[in-house]
């Protein structure tokens, strides 16, 4: 399976500023999900990024807050924008198996642990 | 809706003993079944899934599950849990088209007492 890089794993800032999170798979890939791990709560998919297209956001995730980018097959950014502190959470990238795995089998990255105060 | 149940937030095992974390979902179309770990400060590591066939499907470290549909159930067993199993578990329910995320429960913390 994929091997998924992001980078920062953690990171403490500050109300109102703006981090972006990276995301870097060893092989080239369709579809990477970002999704939200808030403390003690399950994930959350944020987004969905295809590389060539617009992400495609979930019901109550929008691009000006969350806005992604996926210049290429195996590269993107998840940028968290103004942030407050109900932003605190892990953000964590994952990537799918293809079709010829006869499902979609989700791999993911160590997160991003984020620290807003 | 399609959501997925983990009726038990917290639970605690004697190493040793034995270990079953509940997990019913609700889905429109045939479920493709998975349950992940997350130890601290970790990513989610898979440890089985099912797609079809054989209802009780086998997974890394010593962990099966068993589908029944009439349930709606994916339970996750193992006979003897190790201290190094505590870890936060989750199950997940998606279909089988590519480029489609997961849908997450809650997730249910083991801790393993000696």
């Known amino acids: 399976s994929a091997v998924i890089s992001q980078k920062p794993s953690r990171d403490i800032c500050q109300r109102g500023t703006s981090l972006t999170i990276q995301c870097q798979v060893d092989?080239?890939?369709?579809?990477m999900f970002w999704y939200r791990q808030q403390p003690g709560q399950s994930l959350t998919l944020i987004a969905t990024?295809?590389?060539?297209?617009?992400?495609?956001?979930e019901s109550g995730f929008v691009i000006d807050k969350f806005p992604i980018s996926r210049p290429n097959l195996t590269f993107s950014t998840l940028t968290v924008s103004n942030m407050s502190p109900e932003d605190s959470s892990i953000y964590l990238c994952?990537?799918?198996?293809?079709?010829?795995?006869?499902?979609?089998?989700?791999?993911f990255g160590a997160g991003s642990r984020l620290t807003v105060l | 809706a399609q959501s997925v149940t983990q009726p038990d937030i917290h639970i605690t095992v004697s190493e040793g003993a034995s270990l079953e974390l509940r997990c019913n979902y609700s889905?429109?179309?045939?479920?493709?079944l998975f349950w992940y770990v997350q130890s601290p400060g970790q990513g989610l590591q898979l440890l089985l899934k099912?797609?079809?066939?054989?209802?009780l499907v086998q997974g890394i470290k010593g962990f099966e599950a068993e589908f029944k549909r009439s349930q709606s159930s994916f339970n996750l067993r193992k006979p003897s849990v190790h201290w190094s199993d505590a870890a936060e578990y989750f199950c997940?329910?998606?279909?089988?088209?590519?480029?489609?995320?997961?849908?997450f429960g809650k997730g249910t913390t083991l801790s393993v007492s000696s």
């Open positions: 994952s990537v799918g198996q293809g079709p010829s795995s006869g499902a979609n089998v989700l791999t």
């Open positions: 092989s080239q890939v369709t579809m």
């Open positions: 990024a295809n590389q060539g297209s617009e992400a495609t956001y």
């Open positions: 889905y429109g179309a045939t479920p493709y």
């Open positions: 099912y797609f079809s066939g054989d209802t």
């Open positions: 997940a329910v998606g279909s089988n088209q590519a480029g489609t995320a997961l849908i």
